[in-house]
């Protein structure tokens, strides 16, 4: 169990990040990649990207397990926007970090106290050549693993901060946090999660940065030793749509497109821009739920709008591809 002690001051620094941040959904995803769970939200996933994994993948493999500890170097949060800052924030990793990081790896249950593979120790030494390998197998990774499946990625963590903004703006703070439930839950003034060891985090002031993470998987993660002059950082699961890895064909796609026209879909496809449920939609457009749920079914299989469940609720919001319609207007 995590338990996170909130104080006044941290109730007003909380945040949800404005988007996934590259080395968390790395991380996750390849730790998502070599296990066998999740098979309806991954699976289509694993198939595609299994095969293409390379020899250059084992340094990979070494640092991040399955289950259980990965270093906290890989996640440092403060990368930057783009992922060329974020792995040069990674290589500049200190090499007493780099070594405190490692030995915690070596020792953790997971591997069984096997000793590490001599790339990941001299790693630990902070070896220019290791480092360099380390850079490439990131950015290698990255381009055949992620970078085919950004604008799903992307799409689905707007539709989830869609989610909190909404909570936020009907209750504030102590909303937002309430709408994670079951996954988090918030029991002023402790957030607490399902955790994999017994941890209380203190935020003393600092608040705390929620960062959605598409290839997180179950319950969230943290940094096992997260400075203590920073922001904490909880990374935690969004929801999936299923089927978002085998995308569309080109047929589909244009068929989808062609079934699109209508003044009343131009108008849903416009006015979900800031989210909208299904009944919201209907009264503001004085037609009924099935018909709300009629159009936002083309949009959806055109590519252009994204369906979230919220409790009760159906939630509508845009895609990168649908805000392209609308500026090519």
């Known amino acids: 169990m995590l338990r996170m002690h909130f104080t006044a001051d941290d109730i ?3 945040r949800v990040a404005a988007m996934p941040d590259h080395l968390w959904e790395i991380a996750n995803s390849f730790q998502t990649l070599i296990r066998d769970d999740d098979v309806l939200a991954f699976g289509d996933w694993r198939r595609l990207v299994r095969p293409r994994l390379s020899p250059a993948d084992s340094l990979l493999t070494a640092l991040l397990p399955s289950r ?3 270093p906290d170097f890989l996640t440092p949060g403060s990368g930057g926007s783009d992922l060329e800052s974020a792995v040069d924030t990674v290589l500049s990793t200190p090499r007493t970090a780099l ?5 915690v790896l070596a020792a953790s249950p997971a591997r069984g106290r096997r000793p590490l593979p001599a790339g990941a120790r001299a ?6 050549e290791a480092l360099r390998r380390l ?3 990131l950015h290698a990774y990255h381009r055949r693993a992620l970078m085919p499946f950004l604008p799903q990625v992307r799409a689905q963590v707007d539709a989830d901060r869609a989610v909190r903004a909404r909570a936020a703006l009907e209750g504030g703070t102590q909303e937002l ?4 439930r079951p996954l988090l839950r918030w029991k002023p003034p402790v957030l607490e999660a399902d955790y994999p060891v017994e941890r209380e985090l203190r935020l003393g002031g600092r608040g705390l940065v929620l960062q959605p993470s598409f290839f997180c998987s179950r319950s969230p993660v943290m940094l096992a030793s997260p400075s203590p002059e920073l922001t904490p950082v909880l990374v935690y699961p969004i929801q999936h749509t299923l089927g978002w890895a085998r995308g569309r064909s080109a047929t589909e796609r244009d068929a989808g497109l062609a079934a699109l026209l209508g003044r009343t879909r131009a108008a849903i496809l416009e006015d979900v821009v800031t989210g909208r449920t299904t009944g919201e939609l209907a009264r503001r457009f004085g037609i009924s739920d099935a018909a709300v749920s009629q159009h936002t079914a083309v949009l959806r299989g055109a590519g252009l709008l994204l369906s979230v469940r919220r409790s ?3 939630l509508h919001t845009i895609t990168p591809a649908g805000l392209a319609l609308l500026d090519d207007r």
């Open 12 to 14: 007003a620094r909380v």
């Open 68 to 70: 259980g500890y990965s």
């Open 99 to 103: 070594r405190d990081d490692l030995a």
């Open 123 to 128: 790693l630990a030494e902070g070896e220019r």
């Open 135 to 137: 850079g490439s197998a």
């Open 177 to 180: 946090l309430a709408s994670f």
């Open 312 to 314: 009760r609720h159906m």
